[in-house]
């Protein structure tokens, strides 16, 4: 057992040192196709007189399948890379309200028939920064990602008048993220870890938001001709979105929980020079030999 936890170490400790070579820059961009399945929940106070709701999306049939697209473009020049993405997501449903809802001091009896939306964009521009590039990879990234939630719920009063509760906002939240490669050929894994938070008043209410996203896949480069390349990869998203507003009138919190498939087409472009990463160090003991 001891000599076969020994080899293993050692085999691994040769691939994170082997040095590939690679084209000194790309370019490209891909379209993903998601289809994520919606959980969570809302809830609400009102300081007025204490009333208060808390829904789980299974209990009112909001935890339905969604599909949604995703495009993204980026380049990489040596250690460095760039990319811009943006997309979106809407999850509709119709249910009948288990307890009173409120929100912004509008309230919604118990038993109203609502019909409910949630929409989910956003815009990201982030760089990132190899850490490690040799035969697996390690990254780290960072961005600004534009997010809008959007919690639109709408039903009747008793005269037929039209009741909305909710609305969107915009939120500009400084983006971190982690990454890693393992490559076998034309074969890679990749997966993706990040996060983004954003705290401050808008329009008289304080928001406390916070997003959590992770990426597992498996792509497959299947053309390459000269300097022109294709991929194709299928994977696995988790996403998770907390927000909580505030003000005078009380407080409501909305829980998200996306996970699901998906599936991207990548294109890319790169040099024909080709570049390997050397360390610094070991670049000044090779021009001293």
């Known amino acids: 057992m001891k000599n076969a936890l020994l080899i293993f170490l050692l085999i691994v400790s040769t691939a994170l040192t082997a040095q590939i070579e690679r084209p000194k820059w790309e370019f490209g961009g891909g379209i993903r196709f998601n289809y994520t399945g919606l959980s969570g929940n809302v809830a609400g106070y009102r300081n007025s007189d204490g009333q208060s709701f808390d829904m789980d999306y299974k209990e009112i049939g909001m935890d339905n399948y969604s599909p949604s697209f995703a495009i993204a473009l980026g380049g990489r020049f040596k250690k460095w890379n760039l990319e811009l993405g943006g997309s979106r997501g809407v999850y509709e449903g119709s249910?009948?309200?288990?307890?009173?809802?409120?929100?912004?001091?509008?309230?919604?009896?118990?038993?109203?028939?609502?019909?409910?939306?949630?929409?989910?964009?956003?815009?990201m521009v982030n760089t990132n920064f190899g850490l490690i590039q040799r035969k697996h990879d390690l990254g780290l990234g960072i961005g600004i990602l534009a997010l809008n939630m959007g919690t639109n719920y709408s039903t009747t009063d008793v005269y037929g008048q039209e009741i909305i509760l909710g609305g969107d906002q915009w939120f500009p939240m400084p983006f971190l993220a982690l990454g890693g490669r393992l490559k076998f050929g034309k074969f890679r894994i990749n997966g993706t870890a990040g996060g983004a938070i954003f705290i401050g008043n808008m329009n008289g209410d304080d928001y406390d938001v916070k997003y959590i996203t992770l990426d597992l896949d498996a792509a497959y480069d299947f053309y390459q001709k000269g300097r022109f390349g294709l991929s194709a990869d299928l994977g696995y998203r988790f996403l998770f979105m907390d927000m909580k507003i505030e003000n005078g009138s009380g407080w409501y919190k909305e829980k998200d929980i996306y996970q699901g498939p998906y599936a991207t087409i990548r294109a890319k472009f790169f040099s024909e020079q080709m570049w390997t990463y050397v360390k610094r160090k070991d670049r000044k003991k090779e021009n001293n030999n």
């Not at 038993?111 to 409910?116: A, Q």
């Open 95 to 123: 249910f009948v309200t288990l307890a009173d809802m409120v929100r912004d001091d509008v309230q919604i009896d118990s038993g109203s028939v609502v019909s409910g939306k949630l929409d989910m964009t956003m815009f």
